[in-house]
């Protein structure tokens, strides 16, 4: 059974950091490809940030220079560190695993920049 356990979601202050974590469990991580979407009030979900088997990343134009995505195979985990947050970037963050066409989601983490 797969399952991905995401954590490290709160509330921050603009200009402030976070670190989410997605641990996965049931299947072969090492060759998934990774990523984070999030789904804002009022939104459709977008894609974050993604990292695939071979550590190729690539963000959305609006995290580029702000968001690192990064995964340790070792721990069958993936993080997002967000720095630099805006109010803009309040959302449910969802952890996908995407294995030879099969996509897997975590039941979201709670994300909120506010002063």
């Known amino acids: 059974q797969v399952q991905l356990v995401e954590s490290g979601g709160g509330l921050v202050q603009p200009g402030g950091s976070l670190r989410l974590s997605c641990a996965a469990s049931g299947l072969s991580f090492g060759i998934s490809a990774m990523g984070w979407y999030r789904r804002a009030p009022g939104k459709q979900r977008e894609l974050v940030a993604r990292i695939d088997s071979g550590f190729t990343t690539n963000y959305s134009d609006s995290v580029k220079g702000r968001f690192t995505i990064s995964r340790d195979n070792a721990k069958n985990t993936v993080y997002l560190q967000m720095n630099s947050l805006k109010p803009e970037d309040t959302a449910v963050y969802y952890c996908?695993?995407?294995?030879?066409?099969?996509?897997?989601w975590g039941q979201g983490t709670q994300v909120t920049v506010s002063s």
């Open positions: 996908n695993l995407n294995l030879l066409g099969r996509s897997y």
